[in-house]
């Protein structure tokens, strides 16, 4: 199946500091999706990008499907923006399934 | 549009016991998924269906998982004989049709003690 590699694996920031996270993935995808899950295990969608740039506020995303990877950017963080951010994909043929990242676990300190 | 719900948010079983969690996705989206997350992990593919049709479900980690959703509208997923392995997370998600983004539930956190 499908692979899906996020870098990195833990980040910690100073408040106000910006950063990129990163997902690979191994196969063509019709389907890319950015989530935030919070403390208390909701996944909350950020982007739905399955290629292009699209922001919201603070945060974009980049999507370059035929180099099999996108960056989530996260400027001027803030204490809220702590929590694991997944990168998901999806295949066509796949019986239309998310396969999912490792997360990269964000925590920014005040 | 109340997003997708799932009941109950924590369960605390005895090994053994059957569990049965329900999930209300969004009204409108025909399609509906299962997938568990255990700790540390990012969520893992389990089942779906097409308003009432189970149309994958290979992936259910085995005979003892099963999910329904009678009348295409909620579904539910089953655990019979339930096992410490099982102490995970249980997500849903709902979505329009085989395109555009997911929605994701809450949870339900499952315990076995």
């Known amino acids: 199946g499908i692979q899906v590699e996020q870098s990195p694996p833990d980040l910690i920031l100073q408040e106000g500091a910006n950063s990129t996270l990163r997902c690979n993935f191994s196969?063509?995808?019709?389907?890319l999706q950015w989530f935030h899950q919070n403390p208390w295990g909701q996944l909350i969608n950020l982007f739905y990008?399955?290629?292009g740039t699209k922001q919201n506020g603070r945060l974009s995303a980049t999507t370059v499907a035929t180099e099999r990877y996108s960056l989530l950017y996260i400027s001027s963080s803030q204490t809220t923006d702590s929590g694991v951010y997944f990168c998901a994909v999806e295949r066509g043929n796949a019986g239309n399934m998310l396969t999912f990242g490792g997360g990269t676990r964000l925590m920014v300190k005040p | 549009d109340t997003g997708v719900s799932q009941n109950p948010r924590h369960k605390i079983t005895k090994r053994g016991q059957n569990v049965t969690f329900r999930c209300d996705p969004i009204?409108?989206?025909?399609?509906l998924y299962w997938y568990r997350q255990t700790l540390g992990q990012g969520p893992e593919f389990l089942t779906y269906f097409q308003n009432e049709a189970q149309l994958e479900k290979s992936r259910l980690l085995s005979d003892r998982f099963s999910a329904e959703r009678p009348k295409g509208s909620f579904s539910t997923l089953e655990i019979q004989r339930t096992e410490q392995g099982d102490s995970a997370m249980y997500l849903c998600?709902?979505?329009?049709?085989?395109?555009?983004?997911?929605?994701f539930g809450s949870g339900t956190r499952l315990t076995v003690v």
């Open positions: 196969d063509s995808v019709n389907n």
């Open positions: 998600a709902s979505r329009d049709g085989g395109w555009g983004g997911y929605t």
């Open positions: 009204s409108e989206h025909n399609r």
């Open positions: 990008i399955p290629s």
